[in-house]
Structures are given as C-alpha cells and as structure tokens.
C-alpha cells in the first residue's frame, strides 16, 4: 500500500520504511473516511491474508486518482485517511485472527489458561496501534504480552539472517552441504 500511494515521494515519510510510513501518516488520518472490509471475515479459522484487502484499496486508490486528475505515482490529497483506513482495518484482521487463536489454543490446551502468553515480533509489532490493541487483547484474556522494544521489532527476514549467523558461529544446526535438498517456491 505505501509503494501504490507513492510515500516515498510524500515529504514527510521520504526515508522511512512503507510500515513506518502508514502509521505516521494514519496518525493523522480520519480511518472513517474509506470503509474497507476486513479480510477472511467468512472463515472460521485462524489464517490471516492482505490480498482481497490489497485489491480493495488499491481499486479505492485508483478511483481517488481520477477524482483528483492525477497520475499514478502523485500523492492524494487524502493519503492520510487512506493511511489510518488500511492501518485500522490491518490491525482488526490481526487481532480477530489472533484472538482465535488464543482461544484455540486455551480450548485445546495447548496453552495453560494460567501461564498464557501472546508474544509478537517483527515489523509488525513496531507499529504502536497494532502493538496496543494487541496488548489490550492480552490484558482482556489474561495473557502476558511480550514484546521487544520498536527498536528491536525489524523485519524478519534480518531476524532470521542473525539467528542464522548465530547458529552458525556456535555450530550447531548448520549443514555444511545443501545437496539433497529440494526447495520448493510455495
């Protein structure tokens, strides 16, 4: 969504990652000003996906582009309420999503009702309104939360690269030869 509406051009958001960007501009955004339906709402599992929700706003970004006569690649006079609309209706997917597992997990005990804990990490735990709604959904469950500090909530990917690093100067799980293994795209 920030690649579609150009935030690296907006003056403000210029040097910040397209997460970051969001939440700054949603800040000051009024989310009431597009409706976008929240993902997966028919199915009763756990899943979480952004596709159908990347195709609606994309289609609200293009419609608001010829409303205002500008090009692809321009900044919308409303990227803000657009900003704080698909940040709302991100952050309800996930803690939908996340509230079924709790309980998922507390019902098949799988966790024990007395030391349940949600943990989250990653970009998406560096956002401050993902990150408090997730925390008032661990407080209403009597889960603990935990979470690194925003500054310690980087992508993945680097997350997975240093444990690898890690793993690699202690020796321990690391195969020295990738014959035999087969990858797979998908």
Not at 57 to 78: F, M
Request: net charge positive; with cysteine.
């Amino acid at each position: 969504v920030a690649r579609r509406l150009s935030l690296r051009k907006h003056p403000e958001c210029h040097s910040m990652s397209g997460g970051k960007a969001i939440e700054h501009l949603a800040q000051s955004g009024n989310r009431h000003q597009h409706t976008f339906r929240i993902p997966m709402q028919r199915y009763r599992n756990c899943n979480f996906s952004f596709s159908g929700l990347q195709s609606l706003v994309n289609k609200a970004i293009i419609e608001k582009e010829k409303e205002e006569g500008i090009q692809e690649g321009e900044i919308l006079s409303c990227v803000q309420d657009i900003a704080a609309a698909v940040q709302h209706v991100v952050a309800v997917h996930i803690f939908q999503r996340t509230y079924r597992a709790m309980l998922f997990c507390i019902k098949n005990s799988i966790l024990s009702a007395k030391t349940a804990a949600l943990v989250v990490s990653g970009g998406v735990a560096s956002n401050q309104y993902i990150r408090k709604g997730l925390q008032a959904l661990a407080d209403a469950n009597n889960f603990a939360f935990l979470c690194p500090p925003p500054r310690l909530c980087t992508d993945n990917g680097v997350m997975i690269a240093w444990n690898g690093i890690e793993r690699l100067r202690a020796g321990l799980g690391v195969l020295h030869s990738t014959d035999g293994i087969r990858y797979e795209p998908r």
